[in-house]
C-alpha cells in the first residue's frame, strides 16, 4: 500500500437488502420502505439507508484492501446524494497518507457507476502490518 493507491469495489443492494437491514437496525423510517410514501417526497422513491450504502466500506476495509489482519480504527462519511435499490454502484479508496504504526488515511467515496455522481464521500484510518512507511532519506 503507498500514498496515492487506488483500489475500487463494484456493488448493487436490494430491496430486500434494505429491508433486512431496517428491520436489524430498528430503522423502519418510511422513506426506505414504503414506495407510495416515498413517492410524496422529493426523491420520488425510497432511498437506502445511509449506514447501508456506507457499510461497504467495512467489508472492504475489513477484508479485501489492504486485506487479512486489517483493523478498522476510524470511519467518517457524508451523504450527499441518495442511493437506490438495484443501481449499480462503485466504492472507491485512495490512499491519502501512511502514516506511523502501520496505519493508512484512506479517503472513501461510494459513486453511482454510470453517472459517476459521488454519492458518500469520507476518510477512514486502518491499521495493518503490511501498511510500511517509507522514510525519507535526506540528502547528504
Known amino acids: 500500500m ?29 422513506l426506505h420502505l414504503d414506495a407510495a410514501y416515498a413517492a410524496k417526497t422529493p426523491f420520488r422513491k425510497p432511498i437506502m439507508h445511509g449506514f447501508l450504502g456506507g457499510s461497504i466500506f467495512s467489508k472492504v476495509l475489513g477484508t479485501l484492501f489492504p486485506g487479512e489482519g486489517s483493523i478498522y480504527l476510524k470511519q467518517t462519511m457524508e451523504f450527499v446524494n441518495p442511493m437506490f435499490v438495484d443501481v449499480p454502484y462503485e466504492a472507491v479508496f485512495i490512499v491519502k497518507e501512511i502514516l506511523p504504526n502501520s496505519i493508512a488515511l484512506i479517503e472513501t467515496l461510494v459513486v453511482d457507476k454510470a453517472s459517476r455522481t459521488v454519492l458518500i464521500t469520507g476518510e477512514a484510518l486502518v491499521r495493518n502490518k503490511k501498511i510500511k512507511r517509507i522514510k525519507a532519506t535526506s540528502a547528504e
Request: a negative charge.
Open 2 to 30: 503507498e500514498q496515492g493507491q487506488t483500489y475500487t469495489h463494484e456493488f448493487t443492494y436490494s430491496q430486500q437488502q434494505v429491508d433486512q437491514f431496517a428491520a436489524l437496525t430498528g430503522d423502519n423510517n418510511p
